[in-house]
């Protein structure tokens, strides 16, 4: 026997594809957010031999940055079809 009805699955379920899409699009922001921390810095130290190197540095982060963006855009736009279906 169905307790919910097919009225109070709905906006749960609705509500779960919310959260699930901001906990992702926070996950896209931390990894953008540690391309910019002291990894970065470490990673291009034993590539370039200094941490100074602050053009490559600048590069790899905008194009994390771009990734991310990217992926957040599309998780939205599936969370917002999945929302309509």
Same mark, same amino acid.
């Given at each position: 026997?169905? @307790?919910?009805?097919?009225?109070? +699955?709905?906006? &749960?379920?609705? !509500? *779960?594809?919310?959260? &699930?899409? =901001?906990?992702? /699009?926070?996950? %896209?922001?931390? @990894?953008? =957010?540690?391309?910019?921390? #002291?990894?970065?810095?470490?990673? %291009?130290? !034993? *590539?370039?031999?200094?941490? #100074?190197?602050?053009?490559?540095?600048?590069?790899?982060?905008?194009?994390?940055?771009?990734?991310?963006? *990217?992926? /957040?855009?599309?998780? =939205?736009?599936?969370?917002?079809?999945? +929302?309509?279906?």
């Amino acid at each position: 026997m169905n @307790v919910l009805s097919d009225d109070s +699955k709905s906006p &749960m379920h609705k !509500e *779960i594809l919310d959260k &699930m899409a =901001a906990l992702i /699009t926070a996950a %896209f922001g931390l @990894v953008a =957010a540690l391309a910019w921390n #002291d990894a970065i810095k470490a990673v %291009f130290k !034993e *590539i370039f031999g200094t941490a #100074d190197a602050v053009g490559p540095m600048l590069i790899y982060a905008i194009m994390v940055t771009i990734i991310a963006v *990217i992926l /957040t855009i599309i998780v =939205a736009r599936a969370a917002a079809k999945a +929302k309509n279906v």
